[in-house]
């Protein structure tokens, strides 16, 4: 039987393809900075919450980052990462994907 009630077929087109491809995209983009942040990083950014990023936003209003608040994102996104490498995880997130994955 198909489904081919037009509410279904907008959510499937409108919400489920487009966020699966934001998801893959984000993986991909998260493989990339963790071997970034393990190869380089994570040597000279120390999880300390009295080392500030001295990148200059404050200016901007933009909030002031620690070593920490790094490291902590540095979790999150190992997290995240590990969640999509579970079995099967990357073909369910990629099959409804109708774009191929542009990352960076």
Known sequence: MSITNPMAVT????IIRPMCE???NIKAEIDAALVTWGNVIDAICPDDPGEILEDGRAVDGV???SG????KVIVKFT??????DQAGA????????VRPLVVG
């Not at 920490?68 to 490291?71: A, P, V």
């Open 11 to 14: 959510y499937s087109n409108e």
């Open 90 to 97: 990357a073909n369910t997130i990629s099959k409804p994907c």
């Open 79 to 84: 997290q995240y990462q590990s969640a999509l």
């Open 63 to 65: 909030s002031i980052l």
């Open 22 to 24: 934001r998801f893959r």
């Open 68 to 71: 920490e608040d790094i490291n």
